[in-house]
């Protein structure tokens, strides 16, 4: 049986008896929201990343508006990005009433050109959001001799990445500040929405957990202007409880991508290519086709098999984008991206008959 693109119900059933009990747990403690299970949750992905704080938020959109608020990032500022990425990289970014500025993309990777950034550096670029899409790191070393120079904060988009390295560190830990999202299709996926920013720097963290909480640090007395995004106690023990397994789901992952390299190898894709600078966690394995890529995909889909675009608009051509006065061809290798990848299931749970299956009915189509 081809499987579905994605499906938790197989890890449910796996984790069923601790996650209820989990959820049990909190229901009879009387605390639902910031609460001892949200500050072990904290402490351990802290632990995890190698950073000195973390604060739990409500998504992994509000980590990045209030990761750049936290880190001095405000109205009339310019924020680097890529245009290939989730809506949420950017509308963080634009809720914020800051201006998102786009570089394009490696070819090869399809992570940000660091190179481009310097030309797009203004007097009103205060930082450069670099997203670790498909879960793979953004090369950080010459992104952060910029920032350097330049004097810019840099915040790590890690949604897609939790887990990966960069050169044996862990992605998270190198920026300014990094945010994570727990949508449940993530690496470390809760069962709701669920976001975190964690920091080496104590000044970003204090200032992150205030944003989330109104703005104050004692109940009831505002200290600046703040916001409600906080992660709930039954996300945090659920979550608290997948991630001692995140590392053993990412090899699983890994292993499921070199299936797949095995199997396609010869099939005309243009297959993931994994930098030796860093680890790749596989959130999705994302190939390119040479040909008419909607053809292609009908063509698998007849065959029963579901894959999905990640992603099918490159943010600038978007209508809801239109504001930021970009056209058609400025980000070429973005663009071309858009028209030609699709995403094949990667999941832990997945079985090797159906990735065997999987690679059979894309050979077929193809
Ligand atoms: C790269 C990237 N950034 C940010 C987000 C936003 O996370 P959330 O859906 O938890 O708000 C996502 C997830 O959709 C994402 O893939």
């Excluded at 239109?322 to 990848?341: C, K, M, S, T």
Aim: proline share 4%.
């Amino acid at each position: 049986m081809l499987p579905p693109f994605w499906d938790y119900r197989r890890e449910y059933d796996e984790l069923r008896d601790e996650i209820l009990a989990a959820v049990d747990r909190v229901f009879t403690s009387g605390k639902l929201i910031l609460g001892p299970e949200g500050i072990a949750f904290e402490r351990d992905m802290a632990a995890y990343v190698g950073v000195k704080g973390a604060v739990g938020v409500n998504s992994g959109t509000d980590a990045i508006y209030i990761a750049l608020a936290a880190a001095g990032v405000g109205a009339g500022d310019e924020v680097i990005t890529v245009p290939n990425t989730a809506v949420p990289t950017v509308s963080a970014i634009q809720v914020l009433g800051a201006r998102p500025v786009f570089v394009d993309i490696r070819d090869d990777d399809f992570l940000m050109d660091v190179g481009q950034i310097e030309a797009a550096i203004t007097p009103r670029t205060r930082a450069i959001v670099a997203v670790h899409l498909y879960g793979q790191c953004v090369d950080l070393d010459p992104l952060l001799e910029i920032a350097r120079r330049h004097g810019l904060k840099v915040i790590e988009d890690c949604a897609q990445s939790q887990g990966a390295r960069y050169r044996n560190r862990r992605c998270g830990s190198i920026g300014t500040a990094a945010t994570f999202s727990f949508y449940p299709t993530k690496l470390l996926g809760g069962y709701g929405d669920g976001g975190m920013v964690v920091s080496g720097d104590e000044a970003v963290v204090d200032l992150a957990r205030s944003l989330r909480f109104y703005g104050m640090e004692q109940t009831y007395y505002a200290e600046r202007h703040g916001y409600n995004s906080r992660l709930d106690e039954v996300q945090a023990a659920i979550l608290s409880l997948k991630l001692p397994r995140i590392d053993g789901w990412i090899n699983r992952r890994r292993d499921i991508a070199d299936r797949y390299r095995r199997g396609l190898a010869d099939s005309g894709l243009r297959l993931p290519k994994e930098n030796d600078y860093g680890r790749h966690v596989y959130h999705l394995f994302v190939v390119e086709t040479s040909g008419d890529r909607d053809a292609t995909l009908a063509r698998i889909e007849a065959r029963g098999l579901k894959c999905s675009v990640q992603y099918r608009w490159p943010i600038h051509l978007m209508r809801g984008y239109q504001d930021l006065g970009y056209r058609e061809g400025q980000f070429p290798v973005a663009e071309r991206n858009a028209r030609q990848i699709f995403s094949l299931p990667v999941y832990p749970h997945l079985r090797d008959d159906e990735i065997d299956e999987v690679i059979e009915a894309v050979r077929a189509a193809i």
